[in-house]
């Protein structure tokens, strides 16, 4: 599992060298990386907090860990709950492939994360409004697919919605409160 906070440490570090400004080990009083205690932390410019590599190592999993688990226990409800399931929601709404893709998709924003947390001015506000915007965004295919199969596609297109919003709000809400420290501690 901290193959995740592996990879977003390595994709920080691509993101700098890209732009020149070294490796993520690199320590300059007044650059975008400093230490803690020995800690990796990718600083921001503005706010409160900073984005804790060394805490993904742990966040990363245990958000991915906690969302699998929402969506597992929202899917077994519903099921409970929907009465007849139409055939295009059967094999989405009967397997693992919900709890699959959320795997990815959360190790996917743990990665994004860190690259916000290095990259952005106010890591923490950026982070939550890509999140939000892809959480609009996966909305989508649910509304699309209601629509084109009938009446009777509502409740589960709403049910795997009700999944996505669960993902993104074990999600945001560990990677942020988890994976930062208050700026306080850095000085």
Do not use: Y
């Not at 390595?10 to 800690?39: H, N, P, T």
């Not at 009446?151 to 919605?161: E, F, M, T, Y």
């Amino acid at each position: 599992m901290t193959f995740v906070a592996a990879a977003a440490a390595l994709a920080v570090s691509a993101c700098r060298w890209v732009a020149g400004m070294g490796g993520i080990a690199a320590e300059s009083g007044r650059g975008a990386a400093g230490r803690l205690k020995g800690d990796m932390v990718v600083q921001a410019i503005t706010g409160g907090a900073t984005v804790s590599l060394r805490r993904l190592f742990w966040v990363g999993p245990a958000a991915l860990c906690a969302a699998v688990l929402a969506v597992a226990i929202i899917q077994r409800i519903a099921l409970a709950m929907i009465d007849s399931l139409p055939a295009p929601f059967r094999f989405p709404m009967t397997s693992i492939e919900p709890l699959v893709l959320i795997a990815l998709l959360v190790a996917g924003a743990v990665v994004v994360f860190a690259i916000v947390g290095d990259v952005a001015l106010n890591p923490i506000r950026t982070f939550k409004r890509i999140a939000l915007t892809v959480l609009l965004l996966s909305f989508i295919p649910n509304i699309f697919a209601a629509m084109s199969w009938g009446a009777g596609s509502w409740q589960p297109a709403i049910a795997l919605a009700v999944m996505h919003v669960a993902a993104w709000a074990v999600t945001v809400t560990m990677l942020t409160r988890f994976g930062t420290i208050q700026r306080d501690a850095l000085s």
